[in-house]
């Protein structure tokens, strides 16, 4: 059984490539059909696969086993087979540093020694996962750490949905095998797509792992409880909506196309106008209630009263909350954190404008695990604060 609430759409029915170097073809992160089509085509009999399929999807996904042998309601035989022709890969903990407020940043490591970082954010609440779906980003936002770092390759599905399974191992999250209630509050009830790179950049391996997030019989969250942070790759937005139907978060963070070509690059390619009215049609096409306009406060740049008011005007119409993030510095950042009281303001005049407008409070700092911060050292060495603000235009 699937999530009720996720849209319906055809998997893609492909064998998948084997990705180990002894030929064996990683499970993690396969949909239903194509664990399925792989199974099949390591010899399970038609007739059976679909029971197969189910078997090992609540192995690896309810109770979080690695282990074929650990499979016991499948025969010896079959586990031998499984373990000759497959694996359970998940990415490896390089390193893991808490925070002073308990947030968690892993670098973890994939296959081909590239390393990618997952933050946990523990909350009164809930408990967010921000997971990566890049080996560094191609986007070279100014303001953010990770546009700093070169974009290497995209992530797998299995690489994605690896960072989920690695958080709840190292959290104690997966139920003792043979419970009866598998509900209990969840440590991880919620994932944002807002780690290293562009998701929209890497749609295909995205819309498969969050199949399997979504999944009613494995990790099971719900598309209302997984977000997904853009910084406006308009041809995919729709797509997006149709296939995914999750949650939307847009980088936005200018009012003006002269200042968001500086920010944010890509909208040389796909300006404010464009994206708003790509925008616009999002909550209906995903049945969402609203979307999530992001905007990093730098002082002097973007935090006038002026912008807030602008702000309010572009998105008119639009069914929006407004996150104002405080900027989180990182070494030779070319910008500086707005003053609190201006912070202030900017958000009294959005919300006297009737949009939700809450200040982020930054988590992680003390670990370089808030927003905008992560990036892997050993893939590019840093910039000086002065070569970065030269591709700015500062």
């Known amino acids: 059984m699937t999530d009720a609430s996720a849209p319906i759409t055809q998997d893609v029915l492909t064998i998948p490539r084997k990705t180990s170097q002894d030929g064996k073809i990683n499970l993690i992160g396969l949909t239903r059909v194509q664990l399925r089509a792989a199974l099949i085509e390591a010899g399970t009999p038609e007739k059976q696969a679909k029971m197969r399929e189910g078997q090992i999807w609540q192995w690896i996904y309810i ?35 808490v925070s002073e407020d308990g947030t968690r940043k892993y670098l973890l490591r994939i296959q081909g020694g590239h390393e990618v970082e997952a933050v946990y954010i523990p909350e009164e609440t809930r408990g967010t996962l921000c997971v990566s779906s890049q080996v560094g980003c191609t986007l070279t936002c100014t303001f953010c750490h990770t546009g700093t770092q070169k974009l290497v390759r995209n992530l797998t599905a299995g690489e994605i949905v690896g960072q989920l399974l690695v958080a709840r191992d190292d959290l104690g999250e997966w139920p003792e095998k043979g419970a009866t209630n598998t509900a209990a509050a969840r440590l991880v009830s919620n994932v944002v797509l807002m780690g290293m790179g562009e998701p929209l950049y890497n749609f295909d391996n995205v819309r498969d792992a969050m199949h399997v997030v979504m999944d009613g019989e494995g990790l099971s969250l719900s598309r209302r409880r997984i977000t997904l942070s853009t910084s406006g790759v308009v041809p995919e937005i729709a797509k997006t909506a149709e296939e995914i139907g999750c949650l939307l978060a847009v980088s936005f963070h200018a009012t ?22 790509t925008l616009r049609d999002y909550p209906r096409l995903s049945n969402s209630e609203r979307i999530t306009f992001e905007y990093v406060m730098l002082k002097g740049v973007n935090d006038s009263d002026e912008d807030a008011r602008r702000l309010v005007r572009l998105i008119r119409g639009i069914p929006a ?46 670990i370089m695990a808030a927003c905008g911060q992560l990036k892997s050292a050993t893939e590019r060495a840093r910039k000086s604060r002065k070569e970065i603000a030269a591709e700015a235009g500062l």
């Open 63 to 97: 109770w979080g086993v690695r282990d074929f042998g650990e499979m016991t309601n499948l025969a010896k035989s079959y586990r031998a087979l499984l373990e000759e022709r497959f694996e359970l890969r998940v990415p490896e903990i390089v390193s893991r540093q």
């Open 256 to 277: 003006t196309d002269e200042v968001r070509d500086k920010l944010v690059p890509i909208n040389k390619r796909w300006n404010i106008e464009t994206l708003l009215n």
């Open 321 to 366: 909350k407004i996150n104002l993030i405080p900027f989180n510095e990182w070494p030779n950042a070319p910008y500086e954190r707005s003053d609190w009281e201006r912070i202030e303001a900017f958000s009294e005049i959005v919300y006297k404008a009737g949009y939700a407008s809450p200040v982020r409070k930054p988590r992680g700092e003390d």
